[in-house]
């Protein structure tokens, strides 16, 4: 328990240090993409879903490996529609004032 | 040796995940460093799948099936427009996914140090669940964005949160006194997901529609936690290595909104904070009897094609009237002219962190010309004309020395320094926070009243003109 307990305040320490450095224009990809990332819970739905404890169990694995997997393809998803519109254009534009 | 390999994917998708975090810090790099994100996903995906003892692969294949395509229609049918509350469910269907998985173990599970993380992991799972869905209701417009609290709703809080520790004690009793059955631990966790759930509803129901950004990074912030509550009820690094990276970065995300807003995270969550007065009269005066100056579209179009220097400071008026293209046209026609065209963007602008960036990047407005509120306020005062579609609180001078104002002390654009501004907007209508707008009042100001959409066509067809 104290070493998961380690690996989660280091992680969160981590994700601190990178985090911080995304600038505010990214902040909605950055929402939606993290967001998919914590659909990571989808490995655990797959372990609950295929457990022999009972019907229960696998029922509400079944459950969540849907509502995890709609996380984590939606997510990932619109996250790339998303980025693929921040585009750099060319600053010389017709007559435009480059800066 | 089979779980070494397994552990082995996970660590090297937990370092895909920070790597491609690591490049969403650059426009250029973002894109490649999602899809390394859902390659790290992918992996670990495979190796649970290949790896593990599965012993029921219908169900799985069913749902991974049923989920993906839920999430590939949802992913691609949405507008740009209905970002905010996409994101919102997704964090819901996140959260969902936690609780059940944790609910899922509580049959087998054993020791009161695993039920005590299950009924962490329930409680935060179903809280991120009903609250994303209710946040997604008022982004969407299904409930009112109105902070829609009643009386003793304090109170009914104060019992629903009672009745979730005493759900808890009881789930963590449970094992431990009756050896027989596990009956005790199911009944009691499942006691405490309805709690949960009915937390989260009331949680996010007296949070008004402009206060939303800190809700949805929040609730954000939420889902990666109920992850890692998950991964230690399973004892999968993997869970709690990404949950502890997205609840950071929701916190961050948290802290950059309210920073914004000057006002505490707590402020925030007791709510409540203004109406959206409807029914007040449109009102065109101050009380101390000045008046607000209207201007036309003809006009205006002179004033923008004369300029030397122009600002744009859009807000949630321009979403909700779909005004993005229109606007980058009008920006991209007066600097064909030679007029310097800047965007400034304030951090709560909108119903999202970044919702501003997302709708202008869709329109193709070029990413270097938007310029947060620190690297463009001290230009205000060297230009001629600030042009304001749909935003209000987040450019009212009051927020500077008016004590009695609620959104005192705000940093705000200095759209008022500017030589002249034209507010485009529906009505008089106050903002958010329910005050005045000073700035409305101001004698640069003028304003152009009626759809920003509208509007913005008819300054294109005038400029067009001259």
New interface residues.
């Given amino acids: 328990?104290l070493t998961?307990l380690t690996?989660?305040?280091l992680?969160?320490?981590?994700?601190?240090e990178?985090?911080?450095?995304?600038?505010?224009?990214?902040?909605?990809?950055?929402?939606?993409?993290?967001?998919?990332?914590?659909?990571?819970?989808?490995?655990?739905?797959?372990?609950?879903?295929?457990?022999?404890?009972?019907p229960?169990?696998?029922w509400?694995?079944?459950?969540?490996?849907?509502?995890?997997?709609?996380?984590?393809?939606?997510?990932?998803?619109?996250?790339?529609?998303?980025?693929?519109?921040?585009?750099?254009?060319p600053?010389a534009?017709?007559?435009?004032?480059p800066? | 040796m089979v779980s070494d390999l397994i552990n082995l994917s996970y660590l090297l998708a937990a370092a895909l995940f920070i790597v491609g975090l690591k490049r969403l810090q650059s426009p250029a790099t973002a894109r490649r460093g999602n899809q390394l994100a859902a390659l790290g996903m992918l992996l670990a995906v495979v190796a649970t799948l290949f790896l593990k003892q599965i012993l029921s692969p219908i169900e799985m294949i069913a749902g991974l099936a049923v989920g993906g395509l839920v999430g590939l229609v949802l992913a691609r049918q949405v507008k740009m427009t209905a970002m905010p509350e996409l994101v919102a469910a997704f964090n819901g269907f996140g959260g969902l996914a936690s609780a059940l998985v944790a609910g899922a173990e509580v049959i087998g599970a054993t020791g009161w140090s695993t039920v005590l993380t299950i009924t962490i992991s329930v409680v935060i799972g179903m809280v991120t669940f009903s609250g994303s869905f209710v946040a997604f209701g008022k982004l969407s417009g299904k409930i009112s964005g109105n902070p829609i609290s009643f009386r003793g709703q304090g109170l009914l809080m104060t019992l629903v949160a009672g009745a979730a520790i005493f759900a808890m004690a009881w789930a963590l009793i449970g094992p431990a006194s009756l050896s027989a059955g596990l009956a005790p631990a199911s009944f009691g966790v499942l006691v405490l997901a309805a709690v949960a759930l009915l937390l989260g509803i009331l949680f996010v129901m007296p949070i008004g529609g402009a206060d939303m950004p800190v809700v949805v990074a929040l609730l954000n912030s939420f889902s990666g936690l109920a992850a890692a509550a998950t991964g230690f009820v399973l004892g999968n690094t993997a869970l709690i290595v990404s949950g502890a990276l997205v609840g950071a970065s929701g916190l961050i995300l948290t802290n950059i909104m309210c920073v914004a807003m000057n006002r505490s995270l707590l402020n925030v969550l007791i709510g409540g904070f203004g109406q959206e007065s409807d029914a007040s009269a449109p009102a065109l005066g101050m009380a101390d009897g000045r008046r607000v100056t209207t201007t036309s579209p003809d006009d205006t179009a002179i004033l923008l094609t004369y300029a030397q220097r122009v600002i744009i400071i859009p807000g949630y008026g321009l979403a909700v009237a779909q005004a993005q293209h229109q606007v980058r046209e009008l920006a991209d026609i007066l600097q064909a002219r030679g007029v310097d065209v800047k965007y400034a963007i304030h951090p709560v602008a909108g119903r999202m962190p970044g919702h501003m960036n997302v709708l202008l990047a869709e329109a193709n407005v070029p990413y270097d010309q938007l310029f947060e509120m620190d690297d463009i306020n001290h230009a205000f005062d060297n230009t001629d004309v600030t042009l304001v579609v749909g935003a209000n609180d987040v450019v009212n001078p009051a927020a500077r020395h008016d004590q009695s104002s609620p959104i005192y002390g705000m940093p705000i654009l200095n759209a008022d320094q500017s030589r002249a501004a034209i507010v485009l907007k529906r009505s008089m209508r106050p903002g958010y926070a329910g005050v005045q707008n000073e700035l409305f009042f101001s004698a640069n100001t003028r304003m152009l009243f009626g759809d920003a959409k509208d509007s913005i066509s008819a300054l294109i067809a005038e400029v067009k003109e001259i």
Avoid: C
Wanted: charged share 10%.
């Fill in positions: 328990m998961y690996y989660f305040v992680s969160m320490f981590v994700g601190r990178v985090i911080s450095k995304v600038p505010p224009t990214l902040h909605t990809p950055l929402m939606s993409g993290s967001n998919a990332i914590s659909g990571i819970t989808i490995v655990g739905a797959l372990v609950a879903a295929g457990m022999t404890e009972g229960w169990a696998r509400l694995g079944v459950a969540a490996l849907i509502a995890a997997t709609i996380n984590v393809v939606g997510g990932f998803l619109v996250t790339d529609r998303m980025l693929q519109m921040f585009k750099k254009k600053t534009r017709l007559g435009g004032t800066h």
